[in-house]
C-alpha cells in the first residue's frame, strides 16, 4: 500500500520555512520535553554528591554500591512493571503480598518438598503469571477498577501466604537458589586486582552505546532530521562513556557485577525498549492517555491491559524470588509495603496519576532515589522513623515540582 | 478603529489590551466598547484572542498580568480573580460547563453561594430560590433534579440560571450553542434577548454568523490579537459576507472548493453498501435508536447525512465502525459487492473503513501525546517493522502531513492539547489519512473550527475523493452538506427518511425531510 498523499493547496499564504533551530534551543527543547527525567537525574546526582560528603565517601565505595544494588534490586524491578501498569492508567496494589505468596510458594516446594531450585523458579514465575492473569482478567475483561480488584489482590495473596506458612519462616535455600540474589559473575582470567569479566562487560557496554549514538545520528541525517551539533555529541558520548567507566571500576574493584544486576539491566533494555519502540508500548501509552481514543483507534484495549497485568504479575514473582533468594528464607510478613514503594518510585520517577506518561528508565531513577536516601540515611545513622518523613517529604516535592512545571507550561 | 454609532455611555470599555504568555504575544492591542443593554456579540478565528481577551476581563488573567484598562461601569477595574469580577456582577460561563454532575441542579446554582446560615444549608429557601430562577430562564425540571440526568441544553440554561443567582449585570457566554442542537440553540437565542429586555448586557464569543445575526445588536472581529472593527448588526451593509472578510482578512469569494460533482458509474459496485441497519440503545434495550437505515456510496463520491440532533446519525456511524457503540446491532454491511464483518475496530480498519470522530478531544485523540504518535495510532504497522516502530520513519510521515495538511505548529513533537481546534482536527484526519482507508465516514468533522481552517478541511475532503475514495459526511450544518456532497441523505429519529441528489437540495428541502418521520422520497 503506497502512501496517500493529500497535496492541500494551502488557502494562506504558507509560511517561510523555518529556519534551523540553533543548538541551544535544540537542547532547551529536549530538556523541556523531558523535564522530570532530567530534573529526577539531577536530583539523583545531588542526592548522591550529598551524601557521599555527609558519610566521608563511603557512599560511593565499590562494597556500598554493590549493596545498594542488591538492597534496591527488589523494588526495582517492582517500580518497573509499576511504571507500566500507572502508565496503562491502573494502580496494582496487591505487589508486595503476590511477591510474599511467591516466595512462600518457593519456600515450600524447596525445603518441605525438596524440588529442585530451577524448577521451583520456574513455577514461581508461573504462579505470577497467573495470578496477573486472574486480575486482568477482572480489570480487562469485567471492568473492575484496577484499585479495587488489586486491593483484593493484596488480601488474597497476603491470606494465601499466611496459609503456606502459618507463623513459620521456612528456609535455607540451595545454593544455586540463593545466587540470584547474593552471586557475582565469576572470577577468571589473570589477576588485575580487578574483576576481569566485569570490566569486559563495562568495554562491550560502552562500545554498544557508541555505536548505537553514531548509528541513530547517521540515521537522523539520513531523514534530514535535526541532530546535535558535532561537538555537543562528542560532549554527550564522553559524558556517557565516563559514566560506565565510573561505574564498572567501582564494581570491578569489589567483587564484580552482581546477578541481579544483569536482571534488573536486562528487564530495563528489554521493557524500555517495548515501550520506547514497540508497537505494543505505543498502545500502553496510547490507553493511558485516552482509552476512548485509542478504542476507536483499533488499539485491542481488553487485550492490551490484560497483558500488562501478566507481565506485572510475572515481574512481582521475580520481586518474591529475588528477596527470598536475598534473606534465604520465606517469611510470613515479607514484601510488606512493597507495593508502596514502587508506587512511589514510579511517581517520583515521572508517572502521572492520570496515566499516559512516563518511562521505565523513569522507574529506575525513582527506585534509586528512594535506594540512595535509604542507603544514605542509614550510614549517617538516621533512624527509620526520620526516615520515613523525609521519604514522604521527598515523594510530595517529586510530584509537586511536576505540578508546578506543567502549570508553568501549559497555562 | 471606528467606534460604534452609540449615544448611552459605555457599560463596558476595554483599552488596549495586552497580553502575552511565555513565547506568545496572545493579545497585542484589543479594545473593546459595549454599549449598556446591548448583545455585544465577538468573533474571529480560533486563536484570535476571543477566549483570552474574555480570561482578562473576568479576572481568570489577574490584574497586573496584562497591560491596558478595564472600565466597567465607569469605574476602573483590578480584578484579581473570578471572585472579583463576579462581585462586580460580571460572570462569565465557558464553553465547557462547569456543573458538577452529581449534584442537583439547586445545589449547583448556589455553588460556592450556598443559602446557609451559620454554614447550615436552608433547603427550603434553596429550593424555593432555585425554582424562581428555573422559571426565569424557561427550564420546567424540577430543582431536585441531578445535573448528569439533563442535557446539555439544559444544562446550559442551569449555567444562566446560576449567573442570574449572582445578580449578573454582564453576562459572557463562551460560543453557548456549541454543544446544542437547533431547538436548545433557538431556546437559548431569544432568552439571551429576553434576558436583554430586563437590562442584562451579554457578551456572546459565535462561530455561527447567522446566530450573531439574530441576537446581536453589535459585533466585534478580532483577529490576530488585534481588534479588527465593531459592526452594527442592525446596519444592511453588515453582511455574513462582510463579518466573515474582518475575520479571515480577506475574501471568501466561496466557502467551498469548487467540486467536480461526482459522474462515476453508477453500475458499479459502491464501495460501501449497508442493508437494514439497526441499532438498540445500550442502555435501554427496547429502544432502537437507528431503524433499519440503507445506505450506499461510491468510490469518489461523497454522501452527506442531514439530521437533527438525536437523530441517530452518530449511533449510525458508531454501530457502524466496529460496533463502537449500542447494542443488537442487525444489518449487513458490504463493501466492493462482498459481505464483510465489521465487528471489532480492528476489522472495520482492516476492511479500509475509518470514522472520523464528532468528538475529537474525548474520542479522536490523545491530548497528552504529540502530534507525531497522534497521527500514526491508527496506522502503526504502516511505520514499524516486526512490531517494533521506526521512529525515524513515523517523524517523516508526520512531517510531511504537518506541511500538506498546514497543521500550525513549530514541530511535530507539540503536544496535541496544546493546538487550537481547527489544527486538532486536521491532526485527527491525517491520523485516518494515514491508515490509508477506502472509505472514511466523517462526522462533524468541521465543528468549532474556524472559517479559514473549515476550507482548508473541505479542500483535503474534495481531494480524497477525486483519489476515488468514498466520503461519507455527517454534519448538522446544511449549507456545508449542500456546498460539499453529490447526494444527501436525511434522518430523523432514526429513520432514513430521505435522499436528495445535489441537484435537488435546498435548506428548505433538508429541512422538510430532518423534520418528518416517514421516508419521503424513495429515489431507487
Redesign the interface.
Known amino acids: ?1 503506497g ?10 499564504p ?1 509560511a517561510p520555512a ?1 529556519p534551523r533551530p540553533a543548538p541551544a534551543a535544540l537542547l532547551l ?1 529536549a530538556a523541556r ?1 523531558n523535564m522530570r527525567q532530567y530534573g529526577m537525574l539531577v536530583a539523583l546526582g545531588l542526592i548522591v554528591v550529598l551524601f557521599q560528603i555527609w558519610t566521608g565517601g563511603v557512599l560511593l565505595k565499590p562494597n556500598n554500591v554493590t549493596n545498594l544494588v542488591l538492597q534496591n534490586s527488589y523494588i526495582l524491578v517492582l517500580a518497573i512493571g509499576m511504571m507500566i501498569v500507572i502508565i496503562a492508567g491502573h494502580i496494582d496494589l496487591s505487589v508486595g503480598s503476590l511477591a510474599a505468596f511467591v516466595s512462600a510458594a518457593c519456600a515450600v516446594m524447596m525445603v518441605e518438598h525438596h524440588v529442585p531450585w530451577v524448577l521451583a523458579l520456574v513455577v514461581a514465575l508461573v504462579i505470577g503469571a497467573i495470578a496477573g492473569a486472574w486480575q486482568g482478567f477482572w480489570i480487562a475483561y469485567v471492568g473492575i477498577p484496577s484499585f479495587i480488584v488489586t486491593l483484593a489482590g493484596m488480601l488474597l495473596f497476603r491470606g494465601g501466604t499466611q496459609i503456606l506458612l502459618g507463623s513459620r519462616s521456612l528456609g535455607p535455600f540451595p545454593d544455586g537458589f540463593q545466587k540470584i540474589s547474593t552471586g557475582y559473575l565469576p572470577a577468571v582470567g589473570p589477576d588485575t586486582n580487578y574483576h576481569n569479566l566485569t570490566l569486559l562487560l563495562g568495554l562491550t557496554l560502552i562500545g554498544v552505546v557508541l555505536v548505537q549514538e553514531v548509528r541513530s545520528r547517521r ?2 541525517r ?2 534530514e ?1 535535526d541532530v546535535l551539533p558535532q561537538g555537543l555529541f562528542i560532549a554527550k558520548c564522553v559524558a556517557m562513556v565516563a559514566a560506565v567507566v565510573a561505574f564498572t571500576m567501582t564494581l570491578a574493584s569489589y567483587r564484580g557485577v552482581p546477578v541481579v544486576l544483569l536482571l534488573l539491566a536486562a528487564l530495563l533494555i528489554g521493557l524500555g525498549f517495548v515501550m520506547r ?4 508500548g ?2 500502553v ?2 490507553l493511558g ?2 482509552q ?9 484495549d481488553k487485550r492490551v491491559t490484560f497483558w500488562v497485568f501478566v507481565n506485572m504479575g510475572v515481574l512481582a514473582a521475580l520481586a518474591g524470588v529475588v528477596f527470598a533468594a536475598r534473606l534465604n528464607a520465606g517469611t510470613p510478613n515479607a514484601g510488606v509495603n512493597f507495593e508502596l514503594e514502587a508506587i512511589a518510585a514510579s511517581f517520583i520517577g515521572g508517572a ?1 496519576m492520570s496515566g ?2 512516563g518511562t521505565v528508565f523513569g522507574a529506575i531513577i525513582g527506585g534509586l532515589v528512594l535506594g540512595v536516601l535509604n542507603n544514605g540515611m542509614s550510614l549517617v545513622g538516621i533512624g527509620t522513623d526520620y526516615q520515613q518523613v523525609i521519604k514522604g517529604f521527598v515523594l510530595l516535592a517529586a510530584v509537586g515540582f511536576d505540578v508546578y512545571n506543567k502549570r508553568k507550561v ?2 | 478603529m471606528s467606534a460604534p454609532v452609540q449615544e448611552a455611555p459605555a457599560v463596558l470599555e476595554m483599552r488596549s489590551i495586552v497580553k502575552t504568555f511565555p513565547g506568545v504575544r496572545a493579545l497585542s492591542d484589543v479594545s473593546l466598547t459595549v454599549a449598556p443593554g446591548e448583545v455585544h456579540a465577538i468573533c474571529g478565528e480560533n486563536g484570535a484572542g476571543k477566549s483570552t481577551l474574555m480570561k482578562v476581563l473576568s479576572g481568570v488573567h489577574p490584574h497586573g498580568s496584562y497591560e491596558g484598562d478595564i472600565l466597567f461601569q465607569g469605574r476602573p477595574c483590578a480584578f484579581k480573580d473570578i471572585r472579583a469580577s463576579e462581585a462586580r456582577g460580571i460572570v462569565i460561563i465557558h464553553q465547557e460547563l462547569a456543573l458538577v454532575p452529581y449534584l442537583s441542579i439547586a445545589e449547583n446554582i448556589f455553588l460556592g453561594n450556598e443559602h446557609a446560615t451559620r454554614g447550615i444549608i436552608s433547603w427550603h429557601e434553596t429550593l424555593k430560590h432555585a425554582s424562581r430562577l428555573l422559571k426565569r430562564v424557561g427550564l420546567s425540571e424540577h430543582p431536585g433534579t441531578r445535573v448528569a440526568d439533563i442535557g446539555v441544553g439544559k444544562q446550559q440554561l442551569v449555567e444562566i440560571a446560576k449567573a442570574l443567582s449572582k445578580e449578573v449585570k454582564l453576562l459572557i457566554l463562551d460560543e453557548p450553542t456549541a454543544a446544542l442542537n437547533d431547538d436548545d440553540s433557538a431556546h437559548l437565542l431569544s432568552l439571551i434577548r429576553e434576558l436583554r429586555d430586563q437590562g442584562i448586557t451579554s457578551i456572546v464569543i459565535s462561530h455561527k454568523l447567522n446566530e450573531i445575526a439574530a441576537v446581536a445588536d453589535s459585533v466585534t472581529v478580532i483577529r490576530d490579537g488585534r481588534t479588527i472593527e465593531t459592526l452594527d448588526v442592525r446596519d444592511p451593509a453588515t453582511t455574513e459576507d462582510r463579518i466573515i472578510r474582518a475575520m479571515v482578512g480577506r475574501d471568501l469569494d466561496h466557502r467551498f472548493p469548487d467540486r467536480t460533482p461526482y459522474d462515476g458509474d453508477p453500475g458499479a459496485h459502491p464501495a460501501l453498501e449497508v442493508r437494514g441497519w439497526t441499532v438498540h440503545h445500550p442502555i435501554d434495550q427496547q429502544r432502537k435508536v437507528v431503524d433499519d437505515v440503507s445506505v450506499r456510496v461510491r468510490r469518489g463520491e461523497i454522501v452527506g447525512i442531514a439530521g437533527l440532533m438525536g437523530a441517530g446519525r452518530t449511533e449510525f456511524a458508531m454501530s457502524l465502525f466496529g460496533r463502537s457503540y449500542g447494542r443488537n446491532i442487525s444489518g449487513s454491511v458490504w463493501k466492493d459487492g462482498r459481505e464483510i464483518r465489521t465487528r471489532t475496530v480492528p476489522e472495520a480498519v482492516g476492511h479500509g473503513i475509518a470514522y472520523v470522530t464528532e468528538d475529537r478531544k474525548q474520542y479522536g485523540l490523545n491530548l497528552i501525546d504529540t502530534i507525531a504518535r497522534n497521527i500514526t495510532t491508527a496506522a502503526l504497522g504502516r511505520v514499524s517493522r516486526r512490531g517494533v516502530v521506526d521512529e525515524h520513519e513515523e517523524r517523516r510521515v508526520a512531517e510531511s502531513y504537518r506541511r500538506s495538511m498546514n497543521i500550525k505548529a513549530p514541530t511535530v513533537f507539540e503536544q496535541v492539547g496544546r493546538l487550537s481546534g481547527g489544527n486538532q482536527q486536521k491532526v485527527v484526519l491525517s491520523k485516518w489519512i494515514f491508515a490509508g482507508p477506502d472509505v472514511l465516514i466523517l462526522d462533524e468533522p468541521t465543528r468549532g473550527i474556524d472559517v479559514g481552517a473549515k476550507y482548508e478541511i473541505y479542500t483535503v475532503i474534495d481531494q480524497l475523493a477525486a483519489q476515488g475514495k468514498a466520503v461519507v459526511f455527517i454534519s448538522s450544518e446544511l449549507p456545508e452538506l449542500l456546498g460539499m456532497c453529490d447526494r444527501i441523505y436525511t434522518m430523523a429519529a432514526g429513520r432514513l427518511t430521505g435522499e436528495v441528489p445535489r441537484a435537488e437540495a435546498t435548506q428548505e428541502v433538508l429541512m422538510r425531510h430532518m423534520t418528518t418521520n416517514n421516508m419521503t422520497t424513495d429515489k431507487r
Open positions: 500500500m502512501p496517500v498523499t493529500t497535496d492541500t493547496p494551502r488557502s494562506a504558507s523555518s527543547d520535553r540515521r537522523q539520513a531523514y532530521l519502540n514497540a508497537v505494543v505505543r498502545h501509552y496510547a492517555g485516552n476512548a481514543a485509542a478504542k476507536l483507534s483499533g488499539v485491542k502521572s499516559g506518561v501549559g497555562s
